[in-house]
C-alpha cells in the first residue's frame, strides 16, 4: 500500500534557526514527490516536484531533495512569515489507470519573532 | 487568472439533506481530484477523473457523487448517506503537479 509519513508532527523555530524536515514513503511505481504548503483555512501552494533521486529544487529559504525513501525539505533562516504547514505528496501509478496524488499527514511548523 | 474556484466557502448541511460543492479550473486540465481533509489526517481521496465523461472512486467514495460534463467543472454531492461530512473539501487539478482552490468547509448542523 502507498504510503507517506513526515516527521516530526509539529515543529517550533527561533527566526533564523535552519532546520530541516522529514517525508518518507513507500510506493510503487513513484512519478514524482510534490511539496506544498498549506496556511490554515487555504487550500495547499505548490512548492515544488522531485522526480529522481539525487535531485534538489530550491525557491527562497527552501530547499528541497530526494533519496530513493525520503525527501528532506530545508528551510535555512526561517521567517515568522514561513509558519504554516507544510506537507508532502507523492504521485503512485493506480491500480485501474491514472495517478494519484497520496498525501502525509504534514509538517506544522511555527517561526517566532 | 488561471486558476481553480471552489464555491461556496462555508457550507451547512442539516441531517438529511444533499449538499453540492462547486469546483471550476481554467487550467485546461485534463486531471481533476477531490480531497477531504480532517485534522491530524492526510488529504484522503474521495473522487477522480482523468478525462470528461468519466471518473473513478477514490479511497473513501461511499456517501459521494460525482458528475464530469465539462473539462471545466467536477462538483461534488455530499449524499445523506455520508454519516461523518463535517470536513475541509479540497478539489485539485493537474496532470503532473495537483493545483487546488481554496477549499470549503462543511458542517453538519
Known amino acids: 500500500e502507498d504510503q507517506v509519513t513526515q516527521s516530526p508532527e509539529a515543529l517550533r523555530l527561533q527566526e533564523g534557526e535552519s532546520s530541516s524536515l522529514n517525508c518518507s514513503y513507500t510506493?510503487?511505481?513513484?512519478?514524482?514527490l510534490f511539496w506544498y504548503r498549506q496556511d490554515p483555512g487555504k487550500g495547499p501552494e505548490f512548492l515544488f516536484t522531485?522526480?529522481?533521486a539525487g535531485e534538489e529544487k530550491e525557491k527562497e529559504r527552501l530547499k528541497a531533495t530526494l533519496t530513493k525513501k525520503e525527501s528532506f525539505l530545508h528551510i535555512t533562516a526561517p521567517k515568522p512569515e514561513d509558519s504554516a504547514t507544510y506537507l508532502c505528496?507523492?504521485?503512485?501509478?493506480?491500480?485501474?489507470?491514472?495517478?494519484?496524488?497520496?498525501f502525509g499527514p504534514g509538517t506544522r511548523l511555527s517561526v517566532l519573532p | 487568472d488561471g486558476g481553480i474556484t471552489q464555491s461556496p466557502k462555508y457550507l451547512f448541511r442539516k441531517e438529511g439533506q444533499n449538499v453540492t460543492l462547486s469546483c471550476e479550473q481554467n487550467?485546461?486540465?485534463?486531471?481533476m481530484y477531490w480531497y477531504r481533509q480532517d485534522p491530524g489526517q492526510g488529504l484522503r481521496l474521495i473522487y477522480y477523473s482523468q478525462i470528461v465523461n468519466d471518473f473513478q472512486k477514490g479511497d473513501i467514495a461511499e456517501g459521494y457523487s460525482v458528475s464530469r460534463e465539462k473539462k471545466e467543472s467536477f462538483p461534488l454531492t455530499v449524499t445523506s448517506a455520508q454519516k461523518n461530512p463535517t470536513a475541509f473539501y479540497l478539489c485539485?487539478?493537474?496532470?503532473?503537479?495537483?493545483?487546488f482552490g481554496q477549499g470549503t468547509r462543511l458542517t453538519v448542523v
Open positions: 485539485a487539478s493537474g496532470n503532473t503537479e495537483a493545483f
Open positions: 510506493v510503487s511505481g513513484l512519478r514524482g
Open positions: 487550467l485546461n486540465h485534463d486531471a
Open positions: 522531485l522526480y529522481s
Open positions: 505528496a507523492v504521485q503512485a501509478l493506480l491500480h485501474n489507470y491514472g495517478q494519484n496524488f497520496v
